[in-house]
């Protein structure tokens, strides 16, 4: 936590009140964000985030598994976030528990679309290999290394970025298996499918300070926060998802305005990140 | 138990925002689709409430909404745990648990890890946490049985239980959610259209202040639908609060009595 004097909690909120915080960006600008892809290599897909001092990882494994039955056309995606005591101190034992749970919560929520999988930022039914038999089970873990606020919006980036550099094994099914027999598969080494990441929303945080709302508040800043607004929102400018955080209420217009910004906002966001992520890629490439 | 009750339950419905709109929802394939229960698009469930459902509680209410049959009790204020340390608020705990039977496969409960801290982010606006420094309340609910729609009902529920527990609150919390199955919206879907659903939206509100404690929307939703999905679940949750100001009375003059 954050332990802040009256005098450095009145400077915040009067910065933000005057459109100028205390490291000199404006409500709506974003710390610098750089990314790294192909950071660990027993992964099939992996990403570093570093916005200002947040710094996440997030990894993409993939294995195979039998889809669920009641949806056999499509496969599974899991998303766990671990917050280290690297971090934070009160981090260690259970104490990161809580704030896992939530993250992990809100990123679901965020990425994974409805019940029965509409509106899902990965495409599920990509990942079937043989319908009702075989699919892939995708395991996205994010990790906090070093937490300095907007640690949701940081993940949901890094696992956009993580998706991208995520090359899916070819899978050869044996012809012949009948009824509920498990068909023998061929696992390919060298020729990979690439997913289609167009269509992953990114997540953009509105931070109620006072009456104004900032974007990417730093850990400071958070803890002058009435209420904060997480919106995922896709290239089509379609909400995806959305989940509240903070003890105020807020009027329902006052949502309604903070979803249309983060809309806005949310277009630079991803002309940024992607643009960021075909840099890091081609890093990778050229090592 | 809803047949113990005085009152008849009223099934109540949010007017419709646009009336001059109604069209989409009965065009193309969607001609005879009929919900599970028969009841319309924009139609709740029956709602039922009773306060005083635990004897040993500070305050604790039975919520019946269709099959969705949840207990919530609230215990405090107390003294907070001897490892925590000193605060000038109060502090709430809130806890949700299902029965093993709740589900139709036994013990097998939906993902309701994350509703403790749901329900806990739902109420802690609208309770007056400064007039209880450091004590805690405990709000612990149990889902009888899961027929849909659960935590908003848990919610409404454990404000009600809040406000038999005599804790100051700034309002009632109302929950409402929406599913979207396809191009409609279905108000207060039972579980059978949860699992078919392609996004739903839930809203807790304090409708006396207007006021939204918590939103979450899952699934892909264009601006024009999200507005209406949250006009139709602000409406819905204003009627609710009517029921729940009913019940609150109705259990305050048998006191009196």
């Known amino acids: 936590m954050v332990g802040l004097s009256l005098g450095e909690k009145h400077f915040i909120q009067g910065g933000i009140e005057q459109n100028l915080r205390s490291d000199g960006r404006k409500r709506d600008t974003y710390r610098p964000i750089s990314v790294e892809t192909g950071v660990i290599p027993q992964a099939n897909g992996s990403a570093r985030i570093r916005i200002g001092a947040t710094e996440v990882i997030a990894s993409v494994k993939a294995e195979l598994g039998r889809p669920n039955a009641l949806q056999p056309d499509k496969g599974k995606v899991s998303i766990f976030v671990d917050c280290s005591p690297v971090a934070e101190p009160m981090f260690e034992g259970r104490g990161g528990e809580e704030l896992s749970t939530e993250l992990s919560v809100a990123l679901q929520c965020c990425l994974l679309g409805g019940k029965s999988g509409a509106g899902a930022g990965i495409d599920l039914s990509s990942l079937i290999v043989a319908e009702g038999k075989i699919c892939w089970d995708l395991y996205i873990d994010g990790l906090v290394i070093s937490s300095d606020g907007n640690l949701l919006d940081a993940l949901g980036a890094a696992i956009k970025a993580a998706l991208s550099n995520t090359g899916i094994p070819r899978v050869q099914v044996a012809p012949g298996a009948s009824g509920d027999e498990q068909p023998e598969v061929d696992i390919s080494d060298e020729e990979f499918m690439q997913f289609d990441t167009s269509g992953v929303p990114v997540i953009v945080t509105l931070t109620k300070v006072g009456r104004h709302y900032i974007v990417d508040a730093t850990s400071e800043e958070e803890s002058q926060m009435s209420s904060a607004v997480s919106v995922s929102i896709n290239r089509k400018g379609h909400i995806c998802g959305l989940s509240k955080r903070g003890s105020a209420g807020l009027d329902p217009s006052v949502i309604s305005d903070m979803i249309s910004v983060a809309r806005h906002i949310s277009e630079q966001l991803i002309n940024k990140l992607d643009s960021e992520i075909s840099a890091a890629e081609a890093d990778e490439d050229e090592m | ?257």
């Open chain 2, 1 to 257: 138990m809803a047949s113990k009750g005085g009152a008849a339950p009223s099934t109540y419905t949010p007017t419709p925002t646009k009336k001059t709109r109604r069209s989409p929802f009965f065009s193309d394939s969607d001609v005879d689709w009929l919900r599970p229960d028969g009841r319309g698009f924009h139609q709740c469930r029956p709602a039922f409430f009773r306060t005083g459902a635990v004897n040993s509680a500070a305050g604790s209410a039975y919520a019946e909404f269709g099959n969705t049959k949840v207990i919530v009790s609230v215990f405090g204020p107390r003294e907070s745990k001897k490892a925590m340390v000193y605060s000038d608020v109060g502090r709430l705990n809130c806890n949700v648990s299902y029965t093993t039977f709740a589900n139709p496969a036994r013990g097998l409960g939906s993902d309701n890890k994350e509703f403790s801290s749901m329900l806990h982010k739902a109420l802690e606006g609208a309770i007056m946490l400064e007039t209880f420094p450091k004590t805690t309340v405990d709000v612990f609910a149990l889902v009888l049985e899961s027929g849909g729609s659960d935590l908003p009902v848990v919610i409404s529920c454990a404000s009600l239980a809040l406000a038999d527990a005599g804790i100051m609150m700034y309002d009632l919390v109302a929950g409402v959610s929406v599913s979207c199955l396809g191009r409609n919206l279905i108000i207060d879907p039972i579980l059978e259209e949860e699992s078919f659903q392609d996004g739903s939206l839930m809203i807790t509100c304090m409708p006396s202040r207007y006021e939204v404690t918590q939103l979450t929307i899952t699934g892909e939703w264009s601006t024009a639908k999200l507005n209406e999905a949250m006009q139709l679940c602000l409406d819905a949750c204003s009627k609710l609060d009517k029921i729940m100001r009913a019940c609150l009375e109705e259990a305050a003059s048998a006191s009196q009595d």
